[in-house]
């Protein structure tokens, strides 16, 4: 029997496609618990095994007692491969969603594929039956419901659906909640030897079910699922219910699934090609920088609905998962975007686009940027900070799952938000850096959606010039942490965003406005380091000489080489921090020992040689490890425990990406200077 590879996560992907349909196995074994939706709802993949006459339990805890001995697990950035051993066979099973950043097309594809290999290791011929079963409960946020469904034999293809009889789209908005409409999909090449069906499964409930018979022999038997949701509706859009990107153009969920089934051999090689040459680039810096990118991959993507506006111009919403249901959330984009800068910068764009949108309303009269546009899946306009009864609106305290209305249709003069709850400073430079980043990595290609933009980011910039050197008592990104007054961190963030106007500035032919723009920037860094700088570090906050923080943002005065801040302080920064480490990473700052794994790797990509990235990636692969909690890959946890705190499947994973995506803008330097 083959050595396997055995990786250990806290919550393994199995189907991934987006912030609802979405299923993992929360164990180190597949048959130790049952699969569940990121938010720990049972979502039941059941799965038997029948060798020779016995049975045995493949996936979930329910059934037989007896299991198959799993042996190995390996977790690739888009797929995860089970092997398993049991009377003279060898199982394979993998789960692949193809989210592949090059083909939106694909990556917004509601199908996900699971394939079965088996083979005779004991130079025997053995019997094989494979029963899937797929419950009701992935088709609704709770209870029983009476179920429809029904078996389609097409042309190649065979096909059964379920969902509940009575559909209400979008019914429902805000953050510990599953789908509650539409329909589940499973679909398989016509073959002889497998079936399926709708019925009742092991647990008596209303399960789609595929059972597959194999003759397994020393050449490995192959089939495969398609596993697909329609999720008829997906986002309430600034007064349109549109569907996924895929259906931007009428098509309908039976061509999707053939779609699927047909490029299945071709989409498997991609991805597999993909998956080599990520975990290649990312084994440069070391094997935890490669285990936490590949675990941290398809979640970052699943967690966003990819939709198109009016225009037909994608449209990237994130879900605040398990923080408070926001959609589009703008500090939520701003920390993910080093995984979309590298592999499609367009996704980008597609983040800002809707915050760029409701800026321009009436009923956004402020001089600094919105948090977000509403609460998943409904873009209806900033709900964070709301004031609650502010006049023409009452009664705006919204449980989970209430839908808030149209916030975005408001008059101006209609005070909405409570500015004590705003991020000004954090949300204005979170925006000038992703425009400038986009520049930075897609070129000319963006400058038209700058220009149209630029008022907005024109009256930003200002607000930084004004008030970024030293903010007063704002909230951040950071804001579980709560209000901090003369936040450095935050100042930080405040010259890049000014450094980034002057970037916009420069590209769109405005040379000289860039140079004051940049010695702005300038002077504003030396005079933050004059007042923020202790022994061998600085500050969390200007007034406060004892104290420390991670200085994240300062990572973009490396990649714009804008040389804002000296060789020393990264030197002297970077020494602190690894003086600094705890057994699962560095702390955030110095009043907890609680964590942000995005924000370490940011610190993290401002090391001048890949392996000492390594170090700061080799705690956060312990924390994969070894962590209690059996959650998909938390962001904040503590550096001591290992016990994460609330967040899990949150976007903001793709920020670990920003090591790759310094190096990627190094080569892009050096081929820069070859021209």
Not at 76 to 101: H, V
Not at 427 to 448: D, I, P, R
Not at 545 to 556: A, E, I, Q, R, T
Request: glycine share 6%.
């Amino acid at each position: 029997m083959k050595n396997r590879q055995i990786t250990r996560l806290p919550a393994v992907p199995l189907v991934t496609c987006d912030p609802y349909f979405s299923l993992w196995s929360p164990a180190d074994h597949l048959y130790d618990k049952n699969t569940c939706h990121w938010t720990g709802r049972p979502k039941p993949i059941r799965g038997y095994i029948r060798i020779d006459g016995n049975e045995y339990r493949l996936i979930g805890s329910d059934g037989p007692s007896q299991t198959v001995r799993q042996t190995g697990l390996d977790v690739t950035p888009t797929a995860s491969k089970y092997w398993f051993e049991s009377c003279g066979t060898e199982i394979a099973l993998t789960f692949c969603t193809p989210l592949l950043l090059d083909d939106l097309d694909i990556m917004s594809s509601p199908c996900s594929y699971i394939d079965v290999s088996i083979v005779s290791v004991d130079n025997c011929e053995h019997d094989v039956e494979l029963r899937l079963e797929f419950d009701e409960a992935i088709c609704c946020n709770s209870g029983r419901p009476l179920m429809a469904g029904g078996e389609l034999k097409l042309p190649g293809m065979d096909m059964v659906w379920m969902g509940k009889r009575a559909q209400a789209p979008l019914s429902h908005s805000g953050d510990d909640v599953t789908i509650d409409w539409g329909y589940l999909y499973l679909a398989v090449p016509s073959d002889e030897n497998t079936t399926l069906s709708l019925g009742h499964g092991t647990m008596g409930t209303t399960s789609l079910i595929s059972h597959m018979a194999f003759r397994a022999t020393k050449e490995p038997s192959k089939r495969y699922l398609v596993v697909a949701y329609d999720d008829i509706a997906s986002i309430f859009y600034f007064g349109r219910f549109q569907p996924g990107w895929w259906a931007r153009s009428g098509k309908d969920i039976i061509t999707a699934v053939k779609e699927a089934v047909d490029d299945h051999d071709r989409l498997l090689i991609k991805c597999q090609e993909f998956d080599d040459s990520l975990t290649e680039e990312a084994l440069k810096f070391g094997p935890s920088y490669a285990l936490i990118c590949a675990a941290a991959y398809r979640q970052t993507i699943a967690a966003h609905k990819l939709i198109a506006d009016e225009q037909g111009n994608p449209v990237f919403l994130s879900k605040e998962c398990f923080s408070n249901g926001c959609i589009g959330t703008v500090d939520v984009s701003y920390p993910s975007i080093p995984l979309f800068l590298r592999f499609n910068p367009r996704l980008v764009e597609a983040m800002m686009r809707p915050v760029i949108r409701f800026a321009k309303l009436p009923v956004w009269p402020y001089d600094f940027a919105p948090h977000d546009v509403g609460r998943y899946p409904y873009v209806i306009g900033q709900v964070y900070g709301l004031r609650g009864n502010a006049e023409p609106i009452r009664n705006l305290h919204m449980a989970n799952g209430d839908v808030y209305p149209k916030l975005y249709i408001m008059p101006s003069g209609v005070e909405l938000y409570d500015l004590h709850y705003q991020m000004p400073v954090e949300e204005c430079g979170n925006m000038l850096v992703m425009a400038a980043s986009l520049l930075t990595f897609g070129g000319n290609t963006y400058t038209g959606f700058i220009k149209e933009a630029m008022v907005l980011f024109e009256k930003w910039v200002q607000y930084l010039l004004k008030n970024g050197s030293d903010p007063g008592n704002q909230l951040c990104t950071d804001d579980f942490a709560g209000h901090l007054s003369h936040n450095v961190n935050l100042a930080i963030k405040a010259v890049l965003g000014i450094e980034s106007f002057a970037i916009l500035l420069k590209a769109l032919g405005r040379e000289q406005e860039a140079g004051e723009y940049h010695n702005k920037a300038a002077d504003m860094a030396n005079d933050i380091l004059l007042r923020a700088g202790s022994e061998q570090r600085t500050r969390l906050t200007f007034d406060r000489p004892d104290s420390w923080s991670l200085k994240y943002n300062s990572v973009w005065d490396i990649i714009f080489a804008s040389g804002l801040f000296p060789d020393s302080f990264y030197k002297d920064e970077l020494n602190w921090y690894k003086t600094h480490c705890n057994r699962y990473g560095v702390p955030l700052d110095n009043r907890r020992d609680y964590t942000k794994s995005d924000w370490i790797m940011w610190c993290a990509a401002m090391n001048e040689r890949p392996e000492d990235v390594e170090v700061f990636a080799e705690p956060l692969a312990r924390f994969l490890q070894e962590s209690p909690d059996r959650v998909p890959f938390s962001d904040w946890f503590d550096t001591n425990t290992g016990i994460h705190h609330s967040f899990q499947n949150r976007t903001v994973q793709g920020g670990l990406y920003m090591p790759l995506l310094r190096f990627y803008r190094k080569e892009m330097q050096g081929k820069e200077l070859e021209k």
